[in-house]
Antibody, heavy 119, light 112 residues
Framework: QVQLQESGPGLVKPLETLSLTCTVS????????WSWIRQPPGKGLEWIGY???????DYNPSLKTRVTISIDTSKNQFSLRLRSVTAADSAVYYC?????????????WGQGTMVTVSS | QSVLTQPPSVSGAPGQRVTISCTGG?????????VHWYQKLPGTAPKLLIY???IRPSGVPDRFSGSKSATSASLAITGLQAEDEADYYC????????????FGGGTKLTVL
């Protein structure tokens, strides 16, 4: 049974870089697409971007200039970096699997991790 | 403002049927991209309810069903139960720019 687990700091200072890692267990990152999604408090879901196991990526146009998603097949992990964060980036961040193409649904999710941007 | 439009809230009594609509545009739903639906309970990760417009993953009760027309999609819940009270989100793909995933703004279902 494939499981995803997010990890990283829960508090990030304004203008610094948010860094999160998603560890995949029970399966391999060397297949499928892998994605990051977030939900700010009291708001809806927002797609951040995805990475294919080959390293191909695509990002939400509204975040594209600040986001990098990378993959480490040796550690069975993929990661998110979001630069120059502000309070508006405070959210629960989820990692998720996309089993087919980039327009498919997210079938497996991590439990989510809350990240607060504050000095 | 979300690319996909959902009603902010719907409600129904136990045992009733409710539907939640998801309306997009010419670059997403109307372009033929699939719609997927999620159930979001407070403090938990979203759960995939429907994928590919009308396919239920294993374990999802058949009280949940999805449909899609040329211009919109809908999630129907029959035999409403108290445990169905949650937020529901639709998701699709938009072909503008280099293509990206889009969500609806979410619908709060209240079981009366």
């Amino acid at each position: 049974q494939v499981q995803l687990q997010e990890s990283g700091p829960g508090l990030v200072k304004p203008l610094e870089t948010l860094s999160l890692t998603c560890t995949v267990s029970g399966g391999s990152v060397s297949s499928f697409y892998w994605s990051w999604i977030r939900q700010p408090p009291g708001k809806g879901l927002e797609w951040i971007g995805y990475i294919y196991h080959t390293g191909n990526t695509d990002y939400n146009p509204s975040l594209k200039t600040r986001v990098t998603i990378s993959i480490d097949t040796s550690k069975n992990q993929f990661s998110l970096r979001l630069r120059s964060v502000t309070a508006a980036d405070s959210a629960v961040y989820y990692c998720a699997r996309v089993p087919m193409g980039p327009d498919d649904g997210f079938d497996i999710w991590g439990q989510g991790t809350m990240v607060t941007v504050s000095s | 403002q979300s690319v996909l439009t959902q009603p902010p809230s719907v409600s129904g009594a136990p045992g009733q049927r409710v539907t939640i609509s998801c309306t997009g545009g010419s670059s997403n739903i109307e372009a033929g991209y699939d719609v997927h639906w999620y159930q979001k309970l407070p403090g938990t990760a979203p759960k995939l309810l429907i994928y590919g417009n009308n396919i239920r993953p294993s374990g999802v009760p058949d009280r949940f069903s999805g449909s899609k027309s040329a211009t919109s999609a809908s999630l129907a819940i029959t035999g409403l139960q108290a445990e169905d009270e949650a937020d529901y989100y639709c998701q699709s793909y938009d072909s503008r720019l280099s293509g990206y995933v889009v969500f609806g703004g979410g619908t709060k279902l209240t079981v009366l």
